[in-house]
């Protein structure tokens, strides 16, 4: 059984028992997160999609940890002035586990 949700601008395909990094949210680990955006669901015989979402349907996650993505190097520069800049960023994430999903 999968799920299709919709978070932060983003679409995700998640299943249960799943972990992964979604937008950043001040949250302690432990904390369930209830995902109530559902856009369409798969079990075992049927396939259900919303006109746009799922009604009664969510999907609830618990909170692992604060996370940092790759460093990204941001480089500016102008030709035949001798300005140059070099800065990085690291986006923060919040893991967290799927643990149930509903139909409702």
Same mark, same amino acid.
């Given at each position: 059984m999968?799920a299709i949700?919709s978070?932060g601008?983003?679409?995700?395909? #998640?299943a249960e @028992?799943q972990e992964?990094d979604?937008?950043?949210?001040?949250l302690?680990a =432990?904390?369930k997160?209830?995902?109530?955006?559902?856009?369409?669901c798969?079990?075992?015989?049927?396939?259900m999609?919303g006109?746009? #979402?799922l009604? @009664?349907?969510?999907?609830?996650?618990e909170v692992?940890s604060?996370?940092? =993505?790759?460093?990204?190097v941001v480089?500016?520069?102008?030709?035949?002035?001798?300005?140059r800049r070099k800065?990085g960023?690291?986006?923060?994430?919040?893991?967290?586990?799927?643990?149930?999903?509903e139909l409702?």
């Amino acid at each position: 059984m999968y799920a299709i949700i919709s978070d932060g601008g983003q679409q995700l395909k #998640v299943a249960e @028992g799943q972990e992964l990094d979604i937008d950043y949210r001040d949250l302690p680990a =432990g904390e369930k997160i209830v995902f109530d955006r559902v856009l369409a669901c798969r079990d075992d015989d049927q396939l259900m999609v919303g006109q746009p #979402v799922l009604e @009664g349907a969510s999907v609830t996650a618990e909170v692992l940890s604060m996370t940092q =993505g790759p460093k990204l190097v941001v480089q500016k520069a102008l030709r035949r002035k001798g300005y140059r800049r070099k800065t990085g960023h690291r986006q923060l994430y919040t893991r967290v586990k799927i643990s149930k999903i509903e139909l409702g």
